[in-house]
């Protein structure tokens, strides 16, 4: 105390103890100011570290560097032998994890080449502190500690321990833990309040960093499917390219298909009637039954050029979608049909107002393949019952059909129903090339829909059809859409 306030002080008491006691009071008072001054320098110098904190998350510096030197000041502020932030592993369930960043007195080894295993932490005290538990520990050998825990402590010389969360949004990520390796140490609520508001900050900076890896992983993923649409793109134009070629030599195909085999079946055709009319009467029954069947051969070579060069038609030519009564088109081809044949007992059932977006010709071409297989193959029944309609997917999704009961087919061998030229049934039986299905198929495919079937021998075939992919199902598989049976 100053000389001159002392002697002041003797002056103004009556007596020696007096003055003494005043003296000791005076010196109580100036013990208790230079606290408060070292607790005000305290946390200015707190209330500074923290300025510093928020200033580098504001500068979206990495997070390592932030780690790094936010342990740096919180060890000289608080005078610590050791600070450093720990993360648990992912999926570890919070038994194992490592330092990720410190900044240790050089006196006392590094925490950072050791991974730390404990297995009782995550079961029995991650929930608390990820639910915000702070861990002031005096002395590791006097506190009550677990033996478990105070081995892993001392394999870094720690004596006293100051243990906060980093918290990562809800999630604990790890902890920011304060060393004092030299001897015990009472840890001032000053100083737990410092390092949890530190620890609140860098919560902050995970959250940011967390989010930053989000953005950086979306933004990759965008470039990644960018990439591949462009190269989709490049691939489609090659595509369409090759297509457009394709397409050429299918028309130049076509074209000789048409008139360059068309000539020597006509001229077959037209030598084997002349050997007939000329030479009826030289040519015995079997040269004549010879030459009938080279002309019925010419002419069911004929027809098959005919059917080739219609399934060639609906693959290449344009599509002009437009809204089509679906409805309206099934009753045009059934009334044809029964005008075709008056004779026959048949009872059409169509379903009204079905509409459907696509090329109103293919669709009907589509529609009198299945509304005439369906009346072919119903024909040796005396009466007989045809249906047109449609019914909801899960998907929501109409699927319209076309059903007969008819001869039907063995479903083991429904593979082959949409092949070219695969019949199910003999010519003798019933007459036709087996290029129906296939342009059905290939309509359908056009509208980017599926069809299929269901049916059994004698009991009549049902179709099935969409206009819009339906992801209820694969292309191959086919699915029961009863409607009250056939």
């Known amino acids: 105390m100053n000389p001159e306030i002392l002697a002041r002080l003797r002056s103004l008491c009556r007596d020696e103890a007096a003055f003494e006691d ?17 607790q005000a320098y305290f946390r200015v110098e707190q209330q500074k570290a923290l300025f510093r904190v928020i200033t580098r998350l504001r500068e979206h510096i990495d997070l390592e560097t932030i780690f790094k030197a936010t342990a740096t000041e919180v060890r000289q502020l608080l005078q610590a032998d050791r600070v450093g932030m720990f993360r648990f592993y992912p999926d570890s369930g919070w038994d194992d994890g490592e330092f990720v960043s410190e900044d240790v007195d050089p006196a006392f080894g590094s925490a950072m080449a050791q991974k730390i295993h404990d297995h009782c932490f995550g079961e029995q005290f991650a929930i608390h502190y990820q639910q915000g538990r702070v861990q002031a520990v005096a002395d590791i050998y006097s506190y009550g500690l677990s033996e478990c825990h105070i081995q892993i402590l001392s394999q870094f010389q720690i004596r006293a321990n100051l243990v906060v969360p980093l918290l990562q949004g809800q999630k604990l990520w790890g902890l920011l833990c304060i060393h004092q390796c030299r001897a015990p140490r009472e840890w001032q609520t000053t100083e737990i309040e410092f390092v949890s508001q530190i620890a ?5 900076a995970l959250k940011h960093a967390e989010l930053l890896a989000d953005l950086r992983a979306e933004v990759l993923e965008r470039l990644q499917a960018q990439q591949a649409v462009q190269s989709l793109n490049q691939g489609l134009q090659r595509a369409i390219i090759e297509l457009q070629a394709v397409n050429k030599e299918l028309e130049a195909f076509c074209y ?6 068309r000539a020597p079946l006509r001229g077959i055709d037209g030598f084997s009637q002349a050997l007939l009319e000329d030479y009826f009467d030289v040519l015995d029954a079997t040269g004549q039954d010879y030459l009938r069947r080279i002309r019925l051969a010419t002419h069911r070579m004929g027809q098959l050029i005919d059917d ?26 059934c009334t044809e049909l029964q005008q075709s044949q008056p004779e026959r007992q048949v009872e059409f059932v169509i379903q009204t107002g079905l509409l459907a977006e ?12 299945l509304l005439s297989n369906a009346w072919k193959f119903s024909s040796k029944h005396p009466q007989a019952k045809i249906e047109f309609g449609a019914i909801n997917s899960e998907s929501g999704i109409p699927v319209y059909f076309v059903r007969d009961d008819g ?13 070219p030229f695969q019949r199910l049934h003999g010519m003798n ?3 036709g090339n087996g290029i129906g299905l296939a342009t059905v198929q290939r309509i359908v495919h056009r509208h980017g829909g599926r069809v299929w079937a269901e049916g059994a021998v004698e009991q009549g075939a049902t179709f099935y059809f969409t206009l819009i992919l339906d992801k209820a199902g694969d292309e191959g598989e086919q699915q029961n859409y009863s409607t009250g049976g056939r």
Do not use: W
């Open 256 to 261: 000789s298909v048409s008139h360059d085999l």
């Open 429 to 431: 039986e019933f007459p």
């Open 358 to 369: 696509g090329d109103s010709r293919l669709l009907r071409v589509l529609l009198v393949n």
């Open 308 to 333: 080739l060069l219609n399934l060639s038609r609906v693959t290449r030519s344009d599509m002009h979608l437009e809204t089509a009564d679906l409805s309206l088109l099934a009753s045009n081809i």
């Open 200 to 204: 609140n900050h860098l919560g902050v």
């Open 407 to 419: 001869a039907g087919f063995d479903m083991a061998y429904a593979n082959k129903l949409f092949g």
């Open 22 to 38: 005043a003296k000791q009071i005076l010196a109580g008072e100036v013990q208790h100011l230079e606290q408060e001054i070292n």
